[in-house]
């Protein structure tokens, strides 16, 4: 389906760790958990995107391809109501593996979602530093940032459900997310 939003496609978390099941992931989680407690959904509602699993970069003369088959991430992400868009810090920003994905999205193609960019580092500094630039590319993408992003340090990251509630209890309103309207 183009146009208009899947039906049952309400959280997305798109993550963009090189590595499948990773702590970045579980961050990610946290804070869609987080949010949709906030508002009194279930988080059954979320769908998560690893891109470890989906995306296949080849750095030779061979294509690559993901190792998993199923809806078309593009439009999974396009359709979200709430896109939570996680990283690890990498040489300053993003991970490239997001950066092919994101890509792929033609100007203002995610005009209508609500993002909330999430990054985690070992210093404050490079947390920061990714969290900000995956914002910038989130809203020259059109997705709607009204909350800052979550920024965590690998220190914290045992702490992930905490450090999520803490950042959801101050910025759900400014997402303005509302119960999922059930028909």
């Not at 995610?110 to 969290?131: E, I, K």
């Not at 809203?139 to 803490?166: C, I, M, N, S």
Request: aromatic share 4%.
């Amino acid at each position: 389906m183009t146009g208009g939003r899947s039906p049952g496609v309400d959280v997305v978390v798109l993550v963009g760790n090189p590595r499948a099941g990773s702590r970045t992931r579980a961050v990610a989680e946290a804070v869609a958990r987080a949010l949709l407690g906030r508002i009194g959904e279930s988080p059954g509602s979320v769908q998560v995107l690893e891109l470890a699993e989906i995306v296949g970069v080849s750095f030779g003369p061979a294509p690559a391809y993901g190792a998993t088959s199923g809806p078309d991430p593009f439009e999974t992400v396009r359709s979200a109501r709430l896109l939570v868009v996680a990283t690890p810090a990498f040489k300053g920003s993003y991970t490239g593996l997001l950066k092919v994905f994101l890509d792929q999205f033609e100007h203002r193609q995610l005009a209508g979602v609500t993002a909330v960019p999430v990054a985690v580092a070992a210093s404050p500094t490079h947390a920061d530093a990714a969290a900000s630039a995956l914002l910038d590319v989130l809203v020259e993408l059109g997705a709607q940032v009204p909350a800052p992003p979550l920024a965590v340090r690998e220190a914290q990251l045992a702490r992930a459900d905490e450090v999520a509630a803490h950042w959801a209890d101050q910025h759900v309103r400014a997402l303005a997310l509302r119960p999922i309207a059930r028909t």
